[in-house]
């Protein structure tokens, strides 16, 4: 496993918050009250991935790579983001992410999930259909008012 998942803690909320601004941009990127709005909903919870640290941050240890929020309710889940640092994507966090926040909501015996992306994000796109979600259409300037968004959506295997 390329990290370390562990649940969040309160004490990580200004780390996540600066990875949350650094992953997204100025506008799109949470504020800390919504951050701390989507943590503290029902539902909801946040997983953390730690991952070896690199040479910016000392090398010794293991830091926060990224993390994921998501929500369940009924049969209905949704991702409210994920994030992971720039230097640590494309080696396996954002799915180990994704993978335990989809089995938490499967034992919420949540039945599909849904979450947007920016029509932009060919990464991400790229990404989330990777996983096995698929576009149910466009949200109009979803993003600043002026950056469409692909509803994605995934049912889970009951």
């Not at 309160?10 to 943590?39: K, T």
Request: aromatic residues 12%; hydrophobic residues 40%.
């Amino acid at each position: 496993m390329p990290c370390k998942l562990r649940d969040y803690s309160p004490a990580d909320f200004e780390r996540l918050y600066e990875i949350d601004q650094a992953c997204y941009a100025r506008g799109i990127a949470y504020s800390r009250a919504m951050l701390r709005w989507y943590l503290k909903q029902r539902g909801s919870f946040c997983v953390v991935a730690e991952a070896e640290a690199g040479p910016e941050s000392g090398g010794a240890g293991f830091a926060i790579a990224g993390f994921i929020i998501a929500q369940g309710a009924g049969d209905a889940g949704y991702i409210v983001t994920i994030d992971v640092l720039e230097g640590q994507r494309r080696g396996g966090v954002g799915t180990a992410l994704l993978e335990e926040a989809e089995r938490r909501l499967a034992s919420m015996r949540v039945r599909y999930i849904e979450l947007q992306t920016a029509t932009n994000n060919e990464a991400g796109i790229a990404f989330w259909q990777r996983h096995g979600y698929r576009s149910l259409g466009i949200s109009p300037g979803y993003y600043l008012g002026r950056i469409d968004a692909y509803l994605m959506n995934k049912r889970l295997a009951t």
